[in-house]
């Protein structure tokens, strides 16, 4: 392998790794700014039911909805 060849295999790989850094940074910022309550009715979110609850990801931020809110949200579209 040249040293032109490895030059650039390393400007591949350490520009992957700051575009890595940098989504990493963005999800780490995403889960800090996560509301800690329902959107919906304002009920507190509870680790213990964390399989029940629904997360919905915008360009605007996170929604948080209970399995309450959740159900009701399913009924009203049927």
């Given at each position: 392998m040249s040293k032109?060849?490895?030059k650039i295999k390393r400007q591949r790989l350490l520009a992957m790794r700051k575009d890595t850094k940098k989504r990493l940074r963005h999800v780490e910022e995403s889960l800090n700014n996560m509301p800690s309550e329902c959107s919906s009715c304002g009920k507190q979110f509870n680790n213990e039911e964390a399989d029940s609850w629904?997360?919905?990801m915008?360009?605007?931020?996170?929604?948080?909805?209970?399995?309450?809110?959740?159900e009701a949200l399913n009924a009203s579209e049927d």
């Open positions: 032109l060849a490895r629904i997360i919905k915008t360009m605007d931020g996170a929604t948080l909805n209970c399995p309450e809110c959740v």
